[in-house]
């Protein structure tokens, strides 16, 4: 009898699930799903000059993309800069989340919202605000000159300067992340550790580092992905001397106007994120 | 309260466990007040109290994770005050249980052992011994979420035992279960302490599990300690009105003593002790009985009227009007005789014994 009714409310849940995800699973294959297939197509279509797409099958980009040696170059610098990128975001991120997740209150309001505000200006303004920071007169500089160190350091239009930046504009996210994954860190499993003969330190990384690796994980394949996809201040602060995936899409399509070659690109620029996406998943299966 | 404090040793001579005027004051108030506390070798001590009356900041600061801000912790004649928690060698179960989400129970159960650099096989075999302890063997690989209340509620017994503490701390650890299980848990804990020999302070709000587990129980109320005594003095001596209302259910009322007698309403009470002026009469529910005694030597009694009648089988409890007071009166039931209907007439009477009271509080 109760299996029964079960049954009819288990169809009815169906049915009404169905029809809330109906919007969003039309609005995703109209501008999500259709031109990524898109996408796909145009990397095995001609390259024409001056900027036209040629309706004839070609592995030819794809070809190109293998054998040319300066593409595996940008892939695997943009990888390891932007695990790179995570790791640090990481170290920088980890005690004020944890910090946060301890506080309460309206301290913990304003935190959160101290957190949350660069959010609410955009990653352009921010990345030209590090250009004031970091430029060869920059605050920086100015302030190690004052401590008689030989300035200026070169930290910006290359790789350091991409790496402060994005550091500091994924925070956020990263914070936001570890946060949502730090629900099963409760403060009394630290102080059983703590009465067990735990050292702070041990407790620290037998107990509250396992505990918060769910959050660690969501966090880190969070900031992997939006550091990879990441143009514009790489574009700035780079100073157009360091080329990466995004950089080198934007480059193709707007510049050199090989549609086929971008599309090629970003196609890789998935295959990235599907691995990501995968070192994600497993992580989280081993955590379990 | 200094003088309700006679039951344990004096100045913590022979104390295993000993509070020495312990305080814990936050900015505006004091959460745990001028607290001593003295606890012999292999004996079970209930912190008994409402919630917020700083038993479980006492237990805190026992085991280290809170500070004192005054006073003095010592075990076995060591002073831990400042000591950290992971010096203090104290089993603590927690409320929560507080089991690691991510061990199986044979690492829950390890953990202490592993930070103490214990030898592999040594701690296999200790691991063992604890679960066996507490009846979980077959359970070692399974997960914490993947057992019931109960189950983790050994586990987290074992965990505290298995690293043999000096001294076990419970903070409420059988409000999570349900009635049945509680029982059961409190006879086996209390085996478990008594066959181990290890000193034990039980925190609880529960009266009956302090009365029927402990050696004896220390009485708090906001922050202090009201009265430490066998469950037998706390029951029939209590040493102050709280105590007396806290612990067992009991009628209170306002009477007007003068020496060895006091007026409550119209009717002259014989009393056990002498005072004089304003006073409560306390007097326990099921210590009342209803209808006259032969011989009134060593009985008080008054007349009153039953105004409900509640029948919940093993006994019956009436309301009863005394002249416009309505005291709460126990029976125990029996098929020889009906429960009285509302309305009637009744004597109610009890020992002079029975009849407890107190100078009102300044």
């Known amino acids: 009898m109760a299996a029964a009714t079960d049954d009819i409310n288990g169809k009815d849940r169906f049915g009404l699930a169905a029809a809330l995800l109906t919007p969003i699973v039309i609005i995703n294959a109209i501008v999500f799903i259709v031109p990524i297939v898109n996408l796909l197509r145009i990397s095995f279509n001609e390259a024409l000059p001056g900027g036209g797409i040629g309706p004839a099958f070609t592995w030819e980009n794809w070809v190109n993309l293998i054998e040319d ?64 920071m970091l430029a060869d007169n920059g605050l920086v500089n100015t302030a190690l000159s004052w401590f008689g160190a030989p300035t200026p350091f070169r930290l910006i239009f290359n790789l350091t300067g991409i790496i402060i930046g994005l550091t500091e504009i994924l925070m956020p996210y990263m914070i936001l992340a570890l946060l ?14 703590l009465t067990l003969g735990a050292r702070p330190l041990q407790a620290f990384w037998r107990i ?17 992905v939006l550091c990879v996809s990441s143009f514009i201040t790489p574009r700035i602060l780079g100073g157009g001397r360091v080329f990466l995936l995004a950089t080198e899409i934007y480059d193709e399509a707007i510049v050199t106007l ?31 | ?67 004192a801000t005054s006073g003095r912790v010592i075990v076995n004649g060591n002073d831990i005050t400042t000591a950290p928690p992971y010096r203090r060698d104290m089993g603590v179960v927690f409320q929560s249980y507080a089991l690691f989400p991510h061990m199986t129970v044979a690492k829950n159960v ?25 009846r979980l063997g077959g359970m070692e690989d399974r997960r914490p979420r993947a057992l019931s209340g109960g189950q983790q509620q050994r586990v987290a017994l074992a965990r ?19 009635a049945k299980l509680r029982d059961e848990m409190r006879t086996e804990i209390r085996e478990i302490q008594q066959r181990l020999g290890i000193t034990a302070v039980f925190v609880t709000h529960d009266q009956a599990e302090a009365l029927a587990m402990c050696d004896k129980v220390a009485v708090m109320n906001a922050g202090r300690l009201e009265q430490l005594g066998a469950p037998v003095d706390l029951y029939e001596r209590p040493a102050n009105p709280f105590v007396a209302s806290f612990v067992g259910r009991i009628n209170r009322l306002p009477a007007v003593a003068h020496g060895k007698s006091a007026k409550v309403g119209a009717h002259e009470l014989r009393l056990t002790s002498t005072l004089n002026g304003e006073v409560e009469v306390m007097i326990r529910p099921h210590r009342i009985a209803i209808g006259r005694t032969g011989e009134m030597g060593g009985f008080n009694q008054v007349p009153g009227v039953v105004k409900r009648v509640t029948y919940v089988g093993d006994l019956v409890q009436y309301d009863v009007d005394v002249d416009g007071l309505t005291w709460s009166v126990e029976q125990p039931t029996t098929a020889a005789r009906a429960p009285d209907a509302p309305g ?3 004597d109610l009477s009890w020992r002079i014994a029975d009849t407890l009271a107190f100078a009102k509080r300044a």
């Open chain 2, 110 to 134: 390890a953990f202490g052992l592993q930070m103490r650099n214990v030898a592999k096989p040594e701690i296999e075999r200790r691991v063992q011994e604890a679960i066996g302890m507490v």
């Open chain 1, 69 to 132: 040696s300066y593409y595996l170059e940008i892939l695997l610098r943009s990888v390891w800069m932007s695990a790179l990128i995570t790791l640090l975001t990481l170290f920088c991120s980890y005690p004020i989340a944890l910090y946060l997740h301890r506080a309460s209150g309206a301290w913990r309001t304003f935190l959160f919202v101290l957190v949350i505000a660069p959010l609410l200006t955009s990653a352009v303004v921010r990345t030209y605000g590090w250009i004031a």
């Open chain 2, 160 to 178: 505290a035992l298995v690293i043999r503490p000096s001294t076990l701390l419970f903070d409420e650890p059988l409000s999570n279960l349900d």
């Open chain 1, 208 to 224: 509250v580092v396992p505990l918060t690796a769910p959050g660690i994980a969501l966090g880190c394949f969070f900031c992997f």
């Open chain 1, 180 to 193: 949502a994954g730090f629900g099963r860190l409760d403060p009394r499993c630290e102080e059983a550790a």
């Open chain 2, 1 to 67: 309260m200094r003088e309700g404090t006679g039951g344990g040793a004096p100045a913590g001579e022979d104390a295993y466990l000993s509070l020495q005027h312990l305080g814990k004051r936050y900015s505006d108030f004091a959460a745990v007040h001028d607290l001593t506390l003295n606890v012999p070798r292999g004996e079970l001590v209930a912190l008994l109290g409402p919630s917020g009356c700083g038993k479980t900041t006492t237990l805190r600061m026992i085991a280290g994770l809170a500070s």
């Open chain 2, 344 to 346: 009637s007439r009744v």
């Open chain 1, 258 to 288: 090989n549609w086929p070659g971008a599309a090629t690109l970003s196609i890789l620029v998935l295959i990235v994120f599907g691995a990501a996406l995968a070192l994600y998943t497993r992580a989280l299966r081993r955590l379990d």
